[in-house]
């Protein structure tokens, strides 16, 4: 029933700004107690949790990451976004947006189908 759906650029330059945004339907991103969340996954590695926004606002953010990683959402849009600084091709991976809970640890039940991003010069 909850679908999302990644969008943004697949191919970035070191040094570059990384937006994704995620744009959500059947629910609405301000449901109570909801969690969204972004993954990503380099080739040939486990899954790595970057960061949440929840129904309410509030975030939260993989500590090595936390310095250089902006998750926001528009309301009005039904989207929240992912901005990563600095990118380096140690960020090429593929990058998921999920919905989880406030007591799922790092589970989620609805995901997007994911987007390549690939960083090089």
């Known amino acids: 029933q909850v679908q999302l759906q990644e969008s943004g650029p697949g191919l970035m330059k070191p040094s570059q700004t990384l937006s994704l945004t995620c744009t959500v339907s059947?629910?609405?991103?301000?449901?109570?107690?909801?969690?969204w969340g972004w993954i990503r996954q380099p080739l040939g590695k486990e899954l790595e949790w970057i960061g949440y926004?929840?129904?309410?606002?509030?975030?939260n953010y993989r500590p090595a990451l936390k310095s250089r990683t902006s998750i926001s959402r528009d309301t009005s849009k039904n989207q929240f976004t992912l901005q990563m600084s600095s990118v380096t091709p140690e960020d090429t991976a593929v990058y998921y947006c999920?919905?989880?809970?406030?007591?799922?640890?790092?589970?989620?039940?609805?995901w997007g189908q994911g987007t390549q991003v690939t960083v090089s010069s």
């Open positions: 926004i929840t129904y309410s606002g509030a975030t």
């Open positions: 059947g629910g609405a991103i301000t449901t109570n107690a909801y969690y």
């Open positions: 999920a919905r989880g809970g406030p007591n799922w640890g790092h589970s989620y039940d609805y």
